[in-house]
């Protein structure tokens, strides 16, 4: 009989703590359970709720808030319940990953689901500019939103999430997503869609200024011009051996008047591909427009060194010689009788005729080539070949 007061006192003490610490939940998680097998996801929120206030590191009552949410379709708070679940212990984090993939999946489908319908009607001509296209195209953006806030590491999901932006016009939005897919996942084929969205938004410009130009509103165009010469830079910061973006870049610039800032970026072309003749072609149309004929004619010939019936850059090489014979001519007439004359323009028109011949012989049913051929020829003071390039270019326009 000694020892039954311990005795008593240790089942008192199990008594207790089985009523305490170490029951089977509080009657919040009961009801939220109950709740739940009833479908009553309102109510199970408001128990689950007033549970985590109390009991904040409750792993259990978080998940289930996510499952609930997920019942909800509300992916965003599902996600933010389970990272708080998590955060309170990893007992429930395998059925957390599988609900997530869930969650994700059909997110992305409702993604493609509703880009597919805006396809649909797109093809459909009554329908062209229809505005429940882009309200789709919208939708089927915010849909692969919420798969990312599921899964932001899809790779996928992301090139999905783009393609319904470009689909839209949405250049910039789509530009933002791959570069959030590309610092995300990591993966080499976002740098080629980034580049590609690029050229998206640069070709949609150029349609615009295309347009207005033939409207002959080209005082509009200025700052489309310079819209598309922030986005070119831009691209090329990020990507700057890309040589497609090089000549993008170069040919915005002349065509926008500024000839002068592209220099430096098409000499960097040539640096990088010293063999591509287009680059020195290229190069050479700059200087001829900012009168750097000599430095010019150079350029053409190098690209006429890669490829002698280049004929482009044989007609521009004659050009800036023609332009250049025309130069000093006129510097002797301005000089007067001052001094000798420098007769290296008659030089420079015999060069301008030598490539007007190759160019007549690649094509000679042109006569515009025959005519200027003979201008050169009369500038050189080669008067009877002058006037046989005049007969020749009449005879080809009597046939």
Not at 370 to 392: F, H, P, Q, R, T
Request: with cysteine; charged share 25%; net charge positive.
């Amino acid at each position: 009989m000694k020892y039954s007061f311990p005795l008593l006192s240790i089942l008192i003490l199990l008594l207790i703590v089985s009523l305490t610490g170490f029951q089977c939940g509080s009657s919040e998680m009961t009801s939220a359970k109950l709740y739940m097998s009833q479908h009553n996801y309102d109510r199970a929120d408001t128990a689950l709720t007033k549970e985590v206030a109390k009991n904040p590191q409750n792993s259990e009552a978080w998940y289930l808030l996510g499952r609930i949410k997920l019942e909800q379709g509300n992916i965003p708070l599902m996600v933010d319940y389970f990272d708080k679940s998590l955060a309170a212990g990893k007992e429930f984090e395998k059925d957390i990953t599988d609900a997530k993939k869930y969650a994700w999946q059909i997110s992305l489908n409702r993604g493609a689901a509703l880009y597919n319908r805006a396809m649909a009607l797109k093809k459909v001509p009554a329908t062209a500019g229809n505005d429940s296209i882009q309200i789709y195209l919208g939708q089927s953006v915010d849909a692969y939103r919420v798969a990312l806030k599921a899964n932001p590491d899809s790779a996928m999901t992301y090139e999905n999430m783009s393609i319904a932006q470009y689909s839209g016009d949405k250049y910039d939005d789509e530009l933002v997503t791959l570069k959030e897919g590309l610092q995300r996942t990591h993966q080499a084929m976002f740098d080629t869609m980034i580049i590609d969205a690029y050229r998206a938004k640069l070709d949609n410009i150029n349609q615009k200024i295309f347009t207005l130009e033939k409207a002959g509103k080209k005082t509009e165009t200025t700052p489309l011009y310079q819209e598309a010469i922030t986005t070119i830079n831009t691209a090329r910061k990020d990507y700057p051996s890309d040589l497609d973006l090089i000549a993008i870049q170069t040919d915005f610039y002349v065509r926008s008047g500024r000839a002068n800032e592209a220099k430096p970026t098409i000499r960097e072309a040539i640096a990088k591909e010293p063999g591509n003749k287009l680059n020195h072609y290229n190069l050479g149309v700059l200087l001829m427009q900012t009168d750097s004929l000599t430095t010019a004619i150079k350029e053409f010939e190098a690209a006429l060194a890669i490829d002698p019936k280049y004929d482009v850059a044989l007609q521009n090489c004659a050009v800036a010689y023609m332009k250049l014979g025309d130069k000093v001519r006129k510097a002797n007439q301005d000089a007067g009788s001052k001094k000798d004359p420098d007769k290296s323009y008659i030089d420079s028109f015999k060069k301008a005729a030598g490539y007007f011949e190759t160019l007549t012989a690649i094509k000679p049913g042109d006569p515009n080539l025959w005519d200027s051929l003979a201008s050169a020829y009369a500038n050189a003071g080669m008067v009877k070949k002058a006037e046989e390039a005049i007969k020749k270019a009449d005879a080809i326009r009597k046939k």
